[in-house]
């Protein structure tokens, strides 16, 4: 029965974010939604880890599964990845390099945040 109402509280949640993705004017999918609000459910304890812990462990362990279905209709469109196989590739190349720019530069301004940070308790 437990997993049962962690199941539960996770299914609720994503719901509500995909009704909010309907009410909401932004182009932004239901599950983004469902994220934030169960990071912030968890972050102000309206939800303790505990509560959701054992069915979320479950589901992340069986989320390669999920990736079947994608794969599959991969496989039956290969024809049109075929034809533009060099405009994907370019796409994910370039995608990617965008990713690693940000992120590094992302993880400058923490970084030296966090110094600044640091070094302000330091002269107190």
Same mark, same amino acid.
């Given at each position: 029965? #437990?997993?049962?109402?962690?199941?539960?509280?996770?299914?609720? =949640?994503?719901?509500?974010?995909?009704?909010?993705? #309907? %009410? %909401?004017?932004?182009?932004?999918?239901? @599950?983004?939604?469902?994220?934030?609000?169960?990071?912030?459910?968890?972050?102000?304890?309206?939800?303790?880890?505990?509560?959701?812990?054992?069915?979320?462990?479950?589901?992340?362990? =069986?989320?390669?599964?999920?990736?079947?279905?994608?794969?599959?209709?991969?496989?039956?469109?290969?024809?049109?990845?075929?034809?533009?196989?060099?405009?994907?590739?370019? %796409?994910?190349?370039?995608?990617? =390099?965008?990713?690693? %720019?940000?992120?590094?530069?992302?993880?400058?301004?923490?970084?030296?945040?966090?110094?600044?940070?640091? #070094?302000?308790?330091? @002269?107190?």
């Amino acid at each position: 029965m #437990k997993y049962v109402v962690q199941f539960f509280i996770i299914a609720f =949640i994503s719901l509500v974010g995909e009704l909010l993705a #309907k %009410v %909401v004017p932004l182009p932004v999918p239901g @599950s983004i939604y469902g994220l934030v609000l169960m990071f912030a459910a968890l972050k102000s304890g309206i939800c303790p880890v505990s509560a959701v812990k054992e069915t979320s462990g479950f589901l992340l362990e =069986i989320m390669p599964v999920f990736f079947i279905a994608p794969a599959i209709a991969i496989l039956d469109n290969m024809e049109v990845l075929r034809s533009n196989w060099i405009f994907f590739l370019v %796409v994910s190349v370039f995608s990617t =390099i965008v990713a690693m %720019v940000v992120s590094g530069y992302v993880t400058q301004i923490v970084i030296r945040a966090k110094t600044r940070g640091e #070094k302000g308790e330091e @002269s107190k």
